[in-house]
């Protein structure tokens, strides 16, 4: 198997509902994106899928939550927008986006800043 990960970034901000503290109230974050996907063989050239593709394909992802209140987008109105949640968010978007191409997303992980993460994988 070969595996390869990329790296991307956003910005937003969300309040945590029925948190009960200081992140149930809106405040923001610069959020660091890394999303790992893996496949068995590789093109003639030697690549399992160009790096150039996967970071454009995370990026149009990211574009959706970029400078946005996240409790204001759909998927979030019923589910917090916890970095949990943007974790799997991400995961099934990108599983999508890539299903034509011969890769299989592996994990998602989000940052909130450099000392938190959470990470979403089947």
């Not at 150039?52 to 970029?66: A, F």
């Not at 970095?83 to 011969?102: D, G, H, Q, T, V």
Request: hydrophobic content about 40%; proline content about 2%; glycine content about 4%.
């Amino acid at each position: 198997m070969y595996e390869l990960r990329v790296n991307g970034e956003f910005s937003s901000a969300h309040s945590l509902r029925n948190y009960k503290g200081k992140c149930e109230n809106l405040h923001g974050h610069n959020w660091k994106v890394e999303i790992v996907v893996s496949g068995e063989s590789l093109d003639r050239i030697g690549l399992l899928i160009d790096f150039n593709i996967l970071k454009k394909k995370l990026n149009i992802v990211l574009k959706i939550l970029d400078h946005k209140n996240l409790n204001l987008i759909p998927f979030f109105k019923e589910r917090n927008p916890s970095s949990e949640n943007i974790a799997f968010f991400i995961y099934k978007k990108m599983e999508k986006i890539l299903k034509i191409y011969p890769v299989k997303v592996q994990k998602v992980t989000v940052w909130e800043n450099e000392r938190q993460s959470a990470s979403y994988y089947e």
